[in-house]
């Protein structure tokens, strides 16, 4: 059988799919992955980990926001065909959720409903001194740190390197993994913990892992395709 043979198969006997997603699944909507073959981590002499830190942050406040700004304003980009699969996956009835590394929000642009972004969203911001929110645009629509009206800075929760996890994500995301027959990881380089730490605590049938680079991980799969996302979807019955 070829593997999107027994993709094929796998999908059709799994009632309880669980997807794991990183940068990677949205590539193909024009946002860049950090560590991929053309990732945001080449173009910078200074590592990623560091830029986008909270010591960082807190120690050089405008050079935060200007990198920030540079790599993650995507609020004008669109779901492509691998968040449609997702998205028919729960159609079908099979789909618990999707734990996303992810802060574009693409997954519930596309419709899908249990969406546990464990490093936040760029969607909510949040004044760090009077907690008042702030859409997306109060931070990418200026060239300057941006300020809310009681003086605070307003800060995006993204999760930051040095900066805990969003506890109701991170207790769902728990819950759903515990539950899950199939794990679907997909667009991962699946280095960064604690998410990576999902793929060890599965404990389901199914382990199946997408992604175009392999993956520290790709020895414990049951599956492992080392493609284009958009090649492999494409050849499944969920085509666009
Ligand atoms: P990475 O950039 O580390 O990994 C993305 C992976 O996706 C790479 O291994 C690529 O080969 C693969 N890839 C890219 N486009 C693909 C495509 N079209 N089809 C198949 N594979 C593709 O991104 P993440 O693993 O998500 O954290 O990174 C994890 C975390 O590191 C991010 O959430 C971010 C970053 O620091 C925070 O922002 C807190």
């Not at 999908?11 to 799919?17: A, F, M």
């Not at 981590?41 to 010591?55: H, V």
């Not at 493609?227 to 499944?236: A, C, G, P, R």
Request: aromatic residues 10%; glycine residues 8%.
């Amino acid at each position: 059988m070829n593997k999107i043979e027994e993709l094929k198969e796998i999908l059709k006997n799994s009632k309880k799919i669980v997807c794991f997603t990183g940068a990677g699944v949205s590539t193909e909507s024009g946002i860049k992955d950090f560590r991929g073959k053309d990732g945001i981590s080449k173009y910078t002499d200074t590592p990623i980990e560091i830029l986008i830190s909270r010591p960082y942050y807190e120690t050089h406040t405008k050079e935060f926001f200007d990198y920030y700004r540079k790599c993650f304003n995507c609020i004008d980009k669109e779901p492509n065909i691998t968040h449609k699969f997702i998205k028919k996956l729960q159609e079908d009835g099979k789909l618990l959720g999707v734990i996303t590394q992810n802060v574009d929000g693409l997954d519930k642009k596309a419709g899908i409903d249990n969406v546990y972004e464990i490093h936040g969203s760029i969607y909510n911001n949040h004044c760090t001194k009077c907690g008042k929110s702030y859409p997306p645009e109060a931070v990418f629509n200026t060239d300057d740190i941006p300020y809310c009206e009681c003086g605070g800075i307003i800060k995006p929760d993204v999760v930051l390197y040095g900066e805990s996890l969003p506890m109701d994500a991170v207790m769902n995301a728990d819950r759903i993994v515990d539950e899950a027959d199939t794990l679907i990881v997909l667009g991962t380089s699946l280095v960064v913990y604690p998410a990576a730490g999902y793929v060890d605590s599965f404990h389901g049938d199914k382990l199946v892992i997408i992604n175009y680079d392999s993956t520290p991980y790709d020895y414990m799969a049951d599956l492992v395709i080392n493609d284009k996302l958009s090649n492999v979807i494409s050849k499944l019955w969920y085509n666009e």
